[in-house]
Each structure stands twice: as C-alpha cells, then as structure tokens.
C-alpha cells in the first residue's frame, strides 16, 4: 500500500532554515507528480509546491516564492522541502502527497500524515 | 487566480443526505477534486475529476459540477462522515494547486 512518511520538521526560529524530508513507498515513486500542502494550526489547507516527476517543472504558492525550494532523489524515493527565510506565518504542518497521474489536473492523492513546523524565537 | 468559496459548516442528520458546495467563476470548465478530512487526520481524497472515486471511498460519495458550482453529495450520512471536507481546483493560468477555505460536517 501507499505510504509517504514525512520527518524533519521542528520549532525553528524567524529567520531559519529547515530541510523536510518525506520518504515514499508502496507505488513508482520515479513516475510520480508530488505535492507539499501545508496546514496552520486551526486554519484550512494551504498548497505550497509541486514538482514533476522528473524534476523538470517545479511550481510555488506566491507565498513560499523565492524561499522554498521542492526538489526530489528518485533512486532514494524521497521529496524534500527546503524553507529558508522562515516566518511566524510559516507555522504549520506539511504534508506531502502524490499527484494523481490519470488526472489532467494531477491534484494530490495519497497523504502523508505531516510533520509540525513552528517558527518561533 | 482562482477564488474557492465553501459554506463554513453543514449540519444533518445521520441516514440523511448532506450536501456540500463550492463556488467559484466558470468553475464548470474546470475539474474539482474534494477532500475528507477527519479530526487529527490527515486529509483523504475522496471525488476527483468532479465525479471520480478513488478506490476504497463508499458510493456514498458523489460529487458533480454545473454552472459556478460544484458539489459534493453525502448520502446515508454516517457518524464517521463527521469531518472537514475541502474542494480543490488547478489554476492553469497561475499554475497553482487552489483549496477552498473548507466545509466543517456535523452530523447531529
């Protein structure tokens, strides 16, 4: 079965780096669209990124532009999630999610279950 | 880009059949995909493509997509139904993945 399990996150202070990791299984990782979606605490669903398969297109919420940086390792099954500059409004849990391949719209499909964020001083 | 509204909350009883809308312009071009997301969970995908369900997700779950809205059908509500659900489209002139605000089910 599908599994996407996400790690890396922690309390952060304005200002800092974090590195997330979210490492995939139970599907063809390497054929796969991903997706980071970020949640802030009480607040509804937010999508920050998205890259292709192949890495050969990567996209940004306006909001993470310029600070976050999706990348990928297909022979480790892994996405990552780089956040510098980070922010109180930052605060949040990501999720990563495989995109749905027989979409044209390729939405997110499988969830992980997220890891915490916390920018802080 | 594109603006997703969601009434905040539903309520109904279970046995009953709940109804969920998402607005926005010329929505009916587009596909709509929704969301289920239980307390403390993470969010599952439970109608995309408008009308599609994946694999595992109960008929229950309908959803279709006419006009600027879009809605997603739960019949026999059940207590376990009790959820936030999120409609979701793709922004092809932005390139952005956008969720609406949210629809917080009660089943009473």
């Known amino acids: 079965q599908v599994q996407l399990v996400e790690s890396g996150g922690g309390v952060v202070q304005p200002g800092g780096s974090l590195r997330l990791a979210c490492v995939a299984s139970?599907?063809?990782?390497?054929?796969?669209?991903m997706h980071w979606v970020r949640q802030a605490p009480g607040k509804g669903l937010e999508w920050v990124a998205f890259?292709?398969?192949?890495?050969?297109?990567?996209y940004y919420a306006d909001s993470v532009q310029g600070r976050f940086i999706i990348s990928r390792d297909n022979s480790k099954n892994t996405l990552y999630l780089q956040m510098n500059s980070l922010r109180g409004e930052d605060t949040a849990v990501y999720y990563c999610a495989n995109a749905v391949m027989t979409s044209g719209s390729w939405p997110p499909g499988y969830w992980g279950q997220g890891t915490l964020v916390t920018v802080s001083s | 880009s594109s603006v997703l509204t969601q009434p905040p909350s539903v309520s109904v009883a279970p046995g009953q059949t709940a109804r969920i809308t998402c607005g926005g312009t010329?929505?009916?071009?587009?596909?709509v995909h929704w969301y289920q997301q239980r307390p403390g969970q993470a969010p599952v995908l439970v109608v995309y493509d408008d009308s599609d369900r994946p694999s595992g997700i109960p008929e229950r779950f309908t959803g279709s997509n006419s006009g600027n809205t879009a809605t997603l059908t739960i019949s026999r509500v059940e207590a376990g139904d009790e959820a936030d659900y999120y409609c979701q489209v793709w922004d092809s002139s932005s390139d952005h993945w956008v969720f609406g605000g949210g629809t917080k089910l009660t089943v009473l």
């Open positions: 139970g599907f063809t990782f390497s054929t796969y669209g």
């Open positions: 010329n929505l009916e071009i587009i596909t």
């Open positions: 890259t292709r398969s192949d890495e050969s297109k990567k």
